[in-house]
């Protein structure tokens, strides 16, 4: 049985709107310094500056995920970020990772639907 994973399907687009939700809720959070995410940002130890930087990228990531041509890159650059951050948690931090797992299963997925526009990206 296929899902209807198109890049056009309604699971699609379904992702794609959870995704920005998540994405937009975990980097307003780190862009609006709240308390829980700068102690985790104090836990890893390089300051509270990464903060800054994860929290632009899953803003901005969030935002090309509906921009024509460039979902797959979104999907991809969303990723690498959960997989630095799943990476920093598992060294530094410790649990919660479901929520970071969901996230990678979903951004992957994305990428995958859309990887004809990450390979012209490279070409």
Known sequence: MS???TKTSPFMTGLRAVLTLA?????LRKLGSFS???AIYEAIGFGQFPRYITGSIEVIGASLLWVRDWEGPAGLLLLG???VGLSALLIWVGPPYWHMLMLMVGTTTVAYVYRDQIVGLIR
């Open 3 to 5: 899902l209807g994973m």
């Open 23 to 27: 994405f937009l809720y975990f980097g």
């Open 36 to 38: 829980t995410d700068v």
């Open 81 to 83: 970020t959960m997989i």
